[in-house]
């Protein structure tokens, strides 16, 4: 059986493994970057945990961390979906060991965030989906946008 408790300061190690583990699974980075964005990603979450813009959440199976997910609230402009808004929700850093998938437990934490996003009076929630992510998502009412990326690369 599993519990479920809210992340801590001390958990920012733990949650840079797993979003780390939740990249390399999807293919599409290389070894060094993932290696960067972690070493990089423990300061960060540590910051925000504090400022209280992010939550997480650790799904301990027995004494072993089995499961994480997060909740970050960020500054957003007015938008179509959300005219008067000026904040919005965003979900990261979902991953499940392996042996555990398909037990609901990314449901679990999906709904941890979209009821911490709820409790701050956010209109809107986003999130990015890997391709076996989707499923999950799109039952729960997240639907595709057309958001697309330009990334300007430091020359070497």
Known sequence: MWTTREAILADAALIAEHRYAMFAEMGKSERAALDAMKSNFVPWVERMIEAGKYVG???????????????????????PLDPA???????????VD????????????????????KRRGLQVTALHASEAGRRV???MGFIGTSE????????A
């Open 57 to 79: 959440w650790i799904v301990m199976g027995g004494e072993r961390p089995v499961a994480s997910g997060g909740f970050f609230e960020l500054e957003w402009p007015p938008h």
């Open 85 to 95: 808004g000026e904040h919005r929700g965003y979900l990261l850093n979902f991953w």
């Open 98 to 117: 392996p042996e555990y998938r398909g037990k609901g437990l990314a449901r679990m934490l999906v709904r941890k965030g979209l009821a911490e996003s």
């Open 137 to 139: 998502y799109e039952k």
């Open 148 to 155: 697309m990326y330009c990334v300007e690369r430091a020359e």
